[in-house]
């Protein structure tokens, strides 16, 4: 199947910046900024039918079930972005980190042999602390501020699954930087790899 030109994948627990970070790369690197694919499907005429259908399918104990509903977004999004240069908020990583178990490697084994790796993958973190009080200053009732205790298990699938598959990534502590020294770092870093990539082709 067609696959975007290139692909940054940034990751991470919610608060640490992802989507200000993928806007900041898409105006500053010429990416194309693609946020939920899914929503590309279901979302017309100004109505949303991604998030009740996102949020029954996290309702569902199968995670066989919710890793292949997030893998075929995945598949979507590489067939409508071929030959493009995007960004994502979220990807393979995020998806294993949520609902990868030993029961659905398989289905892990089969997205990455379909679709290959992003580019980079650029995870950021931050303390619990600090992802608290960011998810707090965003809205001080966002359920996510109750799964903060939840961000060190989520890291550590997320690294557990880059060195297992070999994904090409950067982390990035975010504690006590503003958004343009994040930006700055990922940037050149990201400049780096892709001009190495273009080098090897």
Same mark, same amino acid.
């Given at each position: 199947m067609g696959r975007p030109s290139v692909h940054v994948s940034v990751e991470g627990f919610d608060g640490v910046g992802k989507t200000t970070l993928c806007k900041r790369l898409a105006r500053d690197m010429g990416l194309t900024f693609v946020e939920k694919p899914l929503r590309l499907l279901f979302d017309h005429d100004g &109505? #949303? %039918?991604? =998030?009740?259908?996102?949020?029954?399918?996290n #309702?569902?104990?199968d995670r066989r079930f919710t890793s292949m509903f997030y893998g075929l977004g995945s598949l979507y999004l590489y067939g409508a972005? +071929? $030959? &493009?240069?995007?960004? *994502?908020?979220?990807? =393979? =990583? @995020?998806?294993? +980190?949520?609902? $990868?178990t030993d029961d659905n490697a398989g289905v892990y084994d089969f997205l990455i042999a379909e679709l290959g790796l992003p580019t980079i993958t650029v995870v950021l973190y931050a303390s619990k602390? *600090?992802?608290?009080k960011r998810l707090s200053l965003r809205d001080e009732k966002d359920k996510d !501020? %109750?799964?903060? @205790?939840? @961000?060190?298990? !989520?890291?550590?699938?997320?690294r557990?699954?880059?060195?297992?598959? $070999?994904?090409?990534?950067?982390?990035v502590d975010t504690d006590g930087k503003d958004t343009e020294e994040v930006a700055d770092e990922v940037e050149k870093s990201i400049e780096r790899i892709i001009s190495d +990539?273009?080098?090897r082709d």
């Open positions: &109505q #949303s %039918r991604y =998030l009740p259908i996102r949020d029954e399918v #309702s569902c104990p972005f +071929a $030959g &493009q240069r995007i960004v *994502t908020d979220r990807h =393979l =990583l @995020s998806n294993y +980190a949520w609902s $990868g602390e *600090t992802i608290a !501020i %109750r799964r903060v @205790s939840e @961000s060190e298990k !989520i890291y550590g699938k997320m557990g699954f880059i060195e297992k598959r $070999g994904v090409p990534s950067i982390w +990539a273009g080098k």
